[in-house]
């Protein structure tokens, strides 16, 4: 059973940056795909990015160049650095992994590929 716990949202002013973080439990977290999605009130959930064991990442586009999500697997934590924030970033922020490894990165872009999910925190955006 793997555990996470996201940590760092809150409020943030247009165009400024937060930066989230995921503890994950378990000793096998470095050949573990991670996930963030977000879902806003009223939407489905959606991607984020994703960082697979060996670091090559995946971003939407309506986060690509803004976004980075990086991982120390040393610390068993995923981190999602967000820059220029905007409004429309405004959601729960969810971690997730998988224990289904070797599969290509955009088999790690479908939510439904996730087994374990942190409660979420909230980012809001707003002056």
């Known amino acids: 059973q793997v555990q996470l716990v996201e940590s760092g949202g809150g409020l943030a002013q247009p165009g400024g940056s937060l930066r989230l973080s995921c503890a994950a439990s378990?000793?096998?977290?470095?050949?573990?795909?991670m996930g963030w999605y977000r879902q806003a009130p009223g939407k489905q959930r959606e991607l984020v990015a994703t960082?697979?064991?060996?670091?090559?990442?995946t971003y939407s586009d309506s986060v690509q160049g803004r976004f980075t999500i990086s991982r120390d697997n040393t610390k068993n934590t995923v981190y999602l650095q967000m820059s220029s924030l905007k409004p429309e970033d405004t959601a729960m922020y969810y971690c997730a992994t998988t224990d289904k490894t070797g599969r290509s990165a955009n088999y790690y872009t479908s939510p439904t590929v996730y087994d374990y999910w942190g409660h979420g925190i909230q980012v809001t955006v707003s002056s």
């Open positions: 960082i697979l064991s060996g670091g090559s990442t």
């Open positions: 378990g000793s096998i977290f470095s050949i573990f795909t």
